[in-house]
């Protein structure tokens, strides 16, 4: 049984450049989640969608990040343009509201903007 | 004020030592609750979810107060491989779950 799946693993990008991280939520989940972690701010949460529609997006930083959910099974997080300080783990989850409603994560994109 | 609180550590126990792990949250919309583990340079996984009549998995136990908004985490006879970080997190009802976590708590158990 898949997974949450997010490519790539590791991404290094020089800044200024887009960036653009990928997720594939478990089947049949209708939540998603983009979370942000670093090791001064913990993990954050970013944005979340519930049933491919963005319910909060107050977490996003700035106008630079972007995320889509055009589908149930395909989100997107997009950074344009990158900045060393956007360099982090960013992780994606999914959830069913139905039943068990606890997060299951992805392994993550380690972004490293020089 | 952060949505959910907890004591960043961290915590150095030796082996067989009981230790408890505190967080509180701010939204009284909070319906569900959590403890994940997250080991260095991997992925939040969960430990186990938190009911308000106390669950017990283990030598891990969890208790909610929802009057005072407040979580805990015991765990009995710790074990080397219960070093890990230790995430308390809150399903916020917006509609659908909006899914917060706390900062952690480091945990270090030494020989």
């Known amino acids: 049984d898949a997974g949450v799946i997010q490519s790539p693993r590791h991404e290094v990008t020089e800044m200024g450049q887009e960036v653009t991280l990928r997720c594939k939520p478990i089947?049949?989940?209708?939540?998603l989640f983009w979370y942000r972690q670093t090791m001064m701010r913990g993990l954050e949460l970013l944005i979340y969608?519930?049933?491919?529609?963005?319910?909060?997006d107050s977490g996003m930083p700035e106008d630079r990040f972007s995320a889509k959910m055009p589908n149930a099974s395909f989100s997107t997080l997009k950074i344009q343009p990158s900045e060393p300080r956007d360099s982090a783990v960013y992780f994606c989850?999914?959830?069913?509201?139905?039943?068990?409603?606890?997060?299951?994560f992805g392994q993550g994109t380690r972004l490293t903007v020089v | 004020r952060k949505e959910v609180e907890q004591d960043p550590g961290p915590f150095n126990v030796p082996e067989g030592a009981t230790v408890a792990f505190n967080c509180t949250y701010s939204n009284s919309a909070s319906q569900s609750f959590f403890w994940y583990r997250q080991d260095c340079r991997k992925e939040p996984k969960l430990l186990m979810s938190?009911?308000?009549s106390g669950n017990e998995d283990g030598r891990f136990t969890a208790q909610l107060n929802r009057a005072s908004q407040y979580i805990s985490l015991l765990i009995r006879d710790s074990k080397l491989s219960d070093s890990a970080t230790y995430l308390c997190v809150v399903n916020i009802d917006t509609g659908g779950f909006k899914t917060i976590f706390g900062a952690g708590t480091r945990l270090f158990v030494k020989a």
């Open positions: 969608f519930n049933n491919n529609v963005p319910i909060d």
């Open positions: 989850a999914s959830s069913s509201s139905q039943g068990p409603t606890e997060a299951f």
């Open positions: 089947s049949g989940h209708n939540s």
């Open positions: 938190v009911y308000s």
